[in-house]
């Protein structure tokens, strides 16, 4: 990547000898290949690949159009839409007003990608408040320029720099995390861990937490016991099955791309010793 190093390049390593793309099925946390390291800080990033040909983004756009069309009809989204849910009563006292969708994948090579992308267009435009003029952002360090422009036609911001996750949230906020490794979930909630107030602006939608529980305590040298802040954040965190509010539609890429999803909301209260708690993990897992 151009302006990207190996310790930035966050997404490409989970499908690394699996031969699957990047936001197709969840590859779990147990096998040797270890994620790279995360920036420290913020670092530079531009497309590796640079070239912009206005027909290959026009194609893009209307691909990713046609996605949000099929998404919007299935019944997996149909049900995210029941208005009395729990789902929906969640978001409500969450109230977010910006939505991020970080480690997409090449939504040009993989359908499984356009699908995620496809959900994160409709989230914004259905779930977020107050309307769907919700600023949206999107990163991914494997995204083409190509990509980023259709990204840009379709609503979301692309940041020209890679922060590793460790984003602090300015408002409520849905993290939409398709797919991505412990170690990314575990920069984000460090950078909003504390105090409570800041860890309810946090909503993510990704891996479940439960079941990187599930991983370190199979295997604690893994990277899931790694993960000291999702670890802890298990034992906080409301957690929801996507397909408990609404079963995956049969259709292989459908449930490739939405398998082993989760809502996680954070409704920790004002004297709740976040750093008691991660100071506990991290002694249950040495």
């Known amino acids: 990547m151009a302006a990207s190093t190996a310790a930035g390049d966050w997404t490409v390593v989970r499908r690394r000898g699996r031969g699957r793309r990047r ?11 270890a994620p790279p390291p995360l920036p420290v800080s913020p670092i530079p990033w531009s497309p590796s690949d640079p070239s912009l040909d206005p027909a290959r983004v026009s194609r893009l756009v209307d691909r990713a159009r046609a996605a949000i069309s099929r998404v919007a009809a299935s019944r997996l989204y149909g049900r995210l839409l029941l208005p009395d849910s729990p789902l929906r009563r969640r978001l409500a006292l969450l109230g977010p007003t910006r939505l991020s969708l970080l480690g997409v994948g090449s939504f040009d090579n993989s359908p499984s990608s356009r699908l995620q992308l496809a959900l994160a267009a409709l989230l914004r435009r259905d779930l977020l408040l107050p309307n769907s003029s ?35 949230a300015d408002e409520p906020t849905l993290f939409y995390m398709p797919h991505c490794e412990a170690s990314l979930y575990d920069a984000l909630l460090a950078a909003n861990w504390e105090p409570p107030s800041q860890l309810r602006r946090v909503c993510v939608l ?67 010793d976040l750093t008691a708690a991660l100071t506990t993990t991290a002694g249950g897992w040495r």
């Open 23 to 33: 936001g197709d099925a969840l590859v779990t946390d147990s096998h040797s290949d």
């Open 134 to 168: 919700a600023p949206a952002d999107l990163f991914d360090p494997v995204l083409s320029a190509a990509e980023c422009a259709a990204a840009r036609a379709l609503g979301f911001s692309v940041p020209d720099i890679n922060d590793g996750c460790r984003r602090r």
């Open 206 to 272: 990704g891996n479940s937490f439960r079941r990187y529980a599930i991983q370190a305590e199979e295997n604690r040298s893994g990277p899931a016991a790694k993960a000291k802040h999702v670890l802890a954040a298990e034992r906080l965190v409301l957690e929801e099955r996507f397909d408990e509010t609404g079963g995956v539609d049969d259709d292989d890429v459908f449930v490739r791309a939405f398998n082993e999803t989760s809502w996680h909301f954070f409704e920790v209260d004002d004297d709740v």
